[in-house]
């Protein structure tokens, strides 16, 4: 499937990369595996700890993702990133729940390294497709994660799509689809690994293959990482 960048977004965002693990013949499993809930947990332990987050909003990878969001209309304290709604829940004491096998290892990697990481099942959807990660016109269509509710993004918003007109997250990283959501039947997915400056390519590169790794050994995955940038706006997954 070809999943494909609007090249405009790394004109708007300089520096802007995406790193996307792929995996295939993957076991994702519900009932917690010991090993990847003690990430999970010490991940959490590790946010409520940090000195950096006092403000949250002044820790330089939030404040980069602040900044986007309001340079294609939206609020960020309204519509905070995927990274910073977590960081807050689990700084406000609330622990994130085990769903899954994979949601497990995206959330403890996002939060070990700060950055927006966010899975989608691939075998959902029908080859010859392409997915893209772009500008919205407005009449798209999205259903949140756990609703039934048809709604459309803003003109202008930074989108992932599926088939042109099927979004699969809104506001770049803000809320995911419930078309695409892993569950323990996926076996194919693309993990999503948002990176702005100040994190770097070699970052996002780095993030990325630590999370390949994990998948590989706790899913049984075969994976792959592919970069999204300025240089390489369409990949194969």
């Not at 009932?31 to 949250?56: F, G, H, N, Y």
Request: proline share 5%.
């Amino acid at each position: 499937m070809i999943y494909r960048t609007d090249p405009a977004l790394f004109q708007k965002y300089p520096g802007y990369v995406r790193g996307v693990v792929v995996a295939r013949r993957l076991i994702n499993i519900e009932s917690p595996i010991d090993e990847v809930a003690r990430m999970l947990i010490s991940a959490q332990k590790a946010i409520r700890t940090r000195t950096d987050l006092d403000p949250i909003a002044a820790q330089p990878n939030l404040t980069a993702w602040r900044e986007a969001y309001r340079a294609f209309g939206a609020k960020p304290t309204e519509f905070p990133s995927s990274i910073e709604a977590i960081v807050k829940r689990v700084r406000r004491g609330d622990d994130l729940p085990y769903i899954n096998t994979l949601a497990a290892l995206c959330n403890s990697v996002s939060l070990r390294y700060l950055a927006p990481i966010g899975g989608h099942a691939i075998d959902v959807m029908t080859a010859g497709h392409e997915m893209k990660l772009g500008f919205a016109n407005g009449d798209e269509e999205f259903i949140a994660l756990g609703s039934t509710t048809m709604e459309h993004p803003n003109p202008g918003e930074v989108i992932y799509t599926y088939n042109t007109s099927t979004v699969l997250c809104r506001r770049w990283t803000w809320r995911q689809a419930e078309f695409s959501k892993l569950q323990c039947t996926t076996t194919y997915a693309a993990i999503n690994v948002d990176g702005l400056p100040p994190v770097t390519k070699s970052d996002v590169e780095m993030i990325s293959a630590d999370l390949a790794n994990l998948v590989s050994i706790y899913c049984g995955a075969t994976v792959e990482v592919k970069l999204l940038s300025e240089e390489t706006s369409v990949i194969e997954v």
